[in-house]
């Protein structure tokens, strides 16, 4: 089984301004590693991916991630925030199959919050 | 890009009525569908895994009786909420994956209130 942690359920930046929303995860065989972002009443949009190979992943709208396999982490980074930015932040772990998607495990969220 | 389309947006219903929610895969073909339940400020908790031409797989402590799930084509899955009560409003929302992807695309979601 897999889980996540989220360590921030609010973050509060500046515009323009650098932020990192934390990830950790938990499981006991290899993963994909999911970042999406989700605007009010909407669904989820995929920022990025880890699923093998370098461990710095570049994503959609200036995001990165650094997967961290000793620390089981998986934060995301953007070195400068925009209002737009606004919006609420989930990591997901998948297990890897040899076919298909396999279901997601979502953390509880990271609410981002840009103040101009 | 892979396009997953959900109807309805948003639904109000009343209490002891049943509601449809479709899920579609508009460019790609979807072997496997998940639904997803979230309440407002919190994260997605996952209902219950489809397969095409397949019974649904619930997620513990998912009522399989109440929430109906249906993926009877590789462009379609349904999921209806029997014999509603407000206690199911909450946002719906479904992914849908092919056979050679590795990640689940995802639907607009479906607010669902019911009254």
């Known amino acids: 089984a897999q889980s996540v942690t989220q360590l921030d359920s609010q973050v509060p930046v500046f515009e323009e301004a650098p932020v990192e929303l934390r990830c950790n995860y938990s499981?006991?065989?290899?993963?994909?590693l999911f970042w999406y972002v989700q605007y009010p009443n909407q669904g989820l949009q995929l920022l990025l991916k880890?699923?093998?190979?370098?461990?710095l992943v570049k994503g959609i709208n200036g995001f990165e991630a650094e997967f961290n396999k000793s620390q089981t982490s998986f934060h995301l980074r953007k070195p400068s925030v925009h209002i737009s930015d606004t919006a609420e932040y989930f990591c997901?772990?998948?297990?890897?199959?040899?076919?298909?998607?396999?279901?997601?495990?979502f953390g509880q969220g990271t609410r981002l919050t840009i103040n101009p | 890009g892979a396009v997953v389309s959900q109807h309805p947006s948003w639904v109000i219903c009343k209490s002891g009525t049943s509601v449809k929610i479709e899920c579609r895969s508009l460019?790609?073909?979807?072997?496997?569908m998940f639904w997803y339940r979230q309440f407002p400020k919190q994260s997605l908790m996952l209902m219950a895994t489809?397969?095409?031409?397949?019974?649904?797989?619930?997620e513990q402590g998912v009522e399989k009786d109440k929430f109906l799930i249906n993926h009877a084509s590789l462009t379609l899955s349904t999921l209806t909420v029997t014999s509603a009560h407000p206690e199911d409003s909450s946002f719906y929302i479904c992914?849908?994956?092919?056979?050679?992807?590795?990640?689940?695309?995802f639907g607009q979601g479906t607010r669902l209130t019911v009254v």
């Open positions: 992914s849908a994956t092919g056979q050679r992807d590795t990640e689940a695309f």
């Open positions: 499981s006991s065989v290899s993963v994909y």
């Open positions: 880890y699923l093998s190979g370098s461990t």
């Open positions: 997901a772990v998948s297990g890897r199959a040899p076919q298909g998607a396999q279901k997601l495990v």
């Open positions: 460019d790609f073909q979807a072997t496997t």
């Open positions: 489809s397969n095409e031409g397949s019974k649904a797989t619930y």
